[in-house]
């Protein structure tokens, strides 16, 4: 029987096949190493077909560099939540190595009460909790990490574009526990000064009232001008002692909203008893069609408060003779209240600064109307307790709508 040779081109075949699987392996080994030192790009989880796995050689070297010395914790994590790929950072931060935080769940990290609004910041839900930036698809939360040194982190999201099937969202972590520690630290200081400040400015405004009422003698007209003149200032000073002691209070959480279900209607025309006099004055109109039925399930003098800063704030930035309107409607999940006027509008940029402390925008009148810059942070803050959320719609010189939603 003859013996039959291999063609030459079968051998050629087969060393190439050889070689094909040997350069796998040298990729395979390359991954297992690069996912034991955190480097690699990204690991994309699929079916077995499907299934692809990229490493250090196919990686960007400048971008991984710059990835990996951020302060902040990087990822990207698909539609499930489970991290395709992390930063060294973020395993620092969680106390775990890299190649167990790769393939985990990225909820599965944060305390049992956070995993809930984690999911809904990955499914982008609407949450209270959660702030939506200018861009449609970026989102933020701000949460604890658990662990033994307590560790307050925001988490930024943003859509990736559909390049990766796998790759859904990219994820920024940014531990912001030392400037939450300045901000308290702050914050107690300002509360202590304003308690300091408040005992001897009520000292003051005893006496003064005591003069004015005649407990030292009768005074003449000339007298009682100066002492009005330096009530009033009194007056002012302490509502602003008080206004910085209500700020410290809630931003400290000690401060809480006790609901109870209540007549919208009731609460608005509270409200506009309070401010008709200013109303009257500047000759405007305010008209409210709410159902006297309408009913709502809040803290009755906070959401006074609340609506009160926006009202008197529609009167001030409105000409004489307009006209500020009050509309609420109930949906089946939520009760809508909003308070339009005609006044000189808010310009788009300055949408968001307008609920921060201390804020007062530029505008045709700004120079003449006086405030702290606090009412419509308080505003914010008030209806957020309670679970729900204010919006403004305005434009320069077209006037201003502000809507609040509040959670029935």
Known sequence: MKATKTPAKAVHQQTEEIETLRARLREAEDT?????????????????????????????????VLIESMNQAALTIDRKGTILYSNSQFSRMV???LEQVIGSSLPSFFKLQDKAV??????????????TSSSQSGCELEVDLPGD????????????PDVEANAY??????????????????????????HQLRTPATGVKQYLNMLLDGYAGALDEQQQIFIRTANDSNERQLKVINS?????????????VIKKTQNLAALVKTVLADLEPVILMRRQQVSHAIDDKLEVAVDGAELCLALSNIIENASKYSPEAKKITIKARQTKK????????????????????????????????????????????WTKRIVAMHGGSITVKSKLGKGTSFIITLPL
């Open 32 to 64: 297992i190493e690069a996912i034991r030192e955190g480097a690699v790009d990204a690991l994309v989880i699929g079916n077995h077909e499907r299934q692809r796995v990229y490493t250090l050689q196919t990686a960007d070297y400048t971008y991984r």
């Open 95 to 97: 106390d775990q190595p």
């Open 118 to 131: 984690v999911l809904d910041l990955i499914a982008q839900r609407a949450n209270p909790r959660i702030s």
């Open 149 to 160: 040194s307590l560790m307050t982190v925001i988490i930024s999201a943003t859509r990736l």
């Open 169 to 194: 969202m990219g994820i920024i972590i940014t531990d912001i526990s030392e400037r939450k520690k300045s901000e308290k630290a702050k914050d107690e200081f300002i509360s202590l000064a304003s």
């Open 244 to 256: 910085i002691l209500k700020t410290a209070q809630i931003d400290s959480g000690k401060y809480s």
């Open 334 to 377: 939520a009760t809508v209240i909003t308070i339009i006027d005609q006044g000189v509008g808010i310009d788009s940029s300055d949408h968001a600064k307008i609920f921060e402390k201390f804020t007062r925008v530029d505008n045709l009148v700004s120079d003449t109307v006086s405030g702290s810059g606090l009412g419509l942070y």
